[in-house]
């Protein structure tokens, strides 16, 4: 059974950084992207970040690009996304997913395999 742990969430300052890790399990974790997702209070669950399978190919919504870093360990098992400059609208719960295939696109359209349970994150003004 594929299983997606999310940790890393928790209060800080706008301005300020977080890193979210995703430990996975239950499939060979270097065969398929990974992504992150995120919802905010009231909104849809949205694409945030994504990786391909060997960490090559990176992908990021317009919103967070050059101030997060999605990265991933293929020995460990973990994908991670660093959060730097962090603002208050990017206050959520935030959601590993993981990929139906090595390439990005399942990550991205949201139509991946499995998710974690979400993490928090609040950002403060």
């Known amino acids: 059974q594929v299983q997606l742990v999310e940790s890393g969430g928790g209060l800080v300052q706008a301005g300020g950084s977080l890193r979210l890790s995703c430990a996975a399990s239950?499939?060979?974790?270097?065969?398929?992207?990974m992504g992150w997702f995120r919802q905010a209070p009231g909104k849809e669950r949205r694409f945030v970040a994504a990786?391909?399978?060997?960490?090559?190919?990176?992908d990021y919504v317009d919103s967070v690009q050059g101030r997060f870093i999605i990265s991933r360990d293929n020995a460990k098992n973990v994908v991670y996304l660093q959060m730097n400059r962090l603002k208050t609208e990017d206050t959520a719960v935030y959601y590993c997913a993981g990929g139906s295939g090595r390439g990005t696109t399942t990550v991205i359209a949201g139509t991946g395999d499995y998710w974690g349970q979400g993490t928090q994150v609040t950002v403060s003004s």
């Open positions: 990786i391909n399978w060997n960490g090559g190919v990176t």
């Open positions: 239950g499939r060979t974790f270097s065969n398929y992207a």
